[in-house]
T-cell receptor, first 115, second 115 residues
Framework: DTAVSQTPKYLVTQMGNDKSIKCEQN?????MYWYKQDSKKFLKIMFS???????INETVPNRFSPKSPDKAHLNLHINSLELGDSAVYFC??????????????FGPGTRLTVL | AQKVTQAQTEISVVEKEDVTLDCVYE???????LFWYKQPPSGELVFLIR??????QNEISGRYSWNFQKSTSSFNFTITASQVVDSAVYFC????????????FGQGTRLTINP
């Protein structure tokens, strides 16, 4: 059983298009995240949702809009794609408790290429 | 602000050698978590270890060991008798225990084990 899944795995698109990446977790976790890994392998948090509520919103262009229809899903919509958006996007989930940070389980990643 | 530094960008060793990956961190938190993740060529992120700042005991898991030194803000990772399958990019990461529990990653160290 896949714990954290993302679709699609690869996404190739033209500049200016709008695209979405979907993430689902079947671990029953309350918290989900989006991370971006650039071409130099640097990983950085973008967003985090806890029980469908946005709790982390790093300095990300507002062309990026996360949506959490329920706590098992966190989708990422990107408007007006730019060349610099090319990266691997990882979804993750965890189950934080009081004073305890659960391990973050990562999805397989979505490689986005903007031409 | 939190910061993680992995000064070694790339390391290359011959199989069966021991290798240590360095990690130095900065945080104002008095309690925090430290992590190591492995990213093999296939691209997924594999959780290796989580260490609570309360606990400075070193940990060993098979050929892997971790040395946490709060006095020098370091959390180094050693692979003993390295194998070709250990070739990957390794990330050290830091998270607060309270509040928004995002992972702050180091730049990663690309480890190549040559046969």
């Amino acid at each position: 059983d896949t714990a954290v899944s993302q679709t699609p795995k690869y996404l190739v698109t033209q500049m200016g298009n709008d695209k979405s990446i979907k993430c689902e977790q079947n671990l029953g976790h309350d918290t989900m995240y989006w991370y971006k890994q650039d071409s130099k392998k640097f990983l950085k948090i973008m967003f985090s949702y806890n029980n469908k509520e946005l709790i982390i919103n790093e300095t990300v262009p507002n062309r990026f809009s996360p949506k959490s229809p329920d706590k098992a899903h966190l989708n990422l919509h990107i408007n007006s794609l730019e060349l610099g958006d090319s990266a691997v996007y990882f979804c993750a989930s965890s189950q934080p408790g009081t004073g305890v940070m659960g391990e973050q389980f990562f999805g397989p990643g979505t490689r986005l290429t903007v031409l | 602000a939190q910061k993680v530094t992995q000064a070694q960008t790339e390391i290359s060793v011959v199989e069966k050698e021991d290798v240590t990956l360095d990690c130095v961190y900065e945080t104002r938190d008095t309690t925090y978590y430290l992590f190591w993740y492995k990213q093999p060529p296939s691209g997924e992120l594999v959780f290796l270890i989580r260490r609570n700042s309360f606990d400075e005991q070193n940990e060993i898991s098979g050929r892997y060991s971790w040395n946490f030194q709060k006095s020098t803000s370091s959390f180094n990772f050693t692979i003993t008798a390295s194998q070709v399958v250990d070739s990957a990019v390794y990330f050290c990461a830091l998270s607060s225990i309270q509040g928004a529990q995002k992972l702050v990653f180091g730049q990663g160290t690309r480890l190549t084990i040559n046969p």
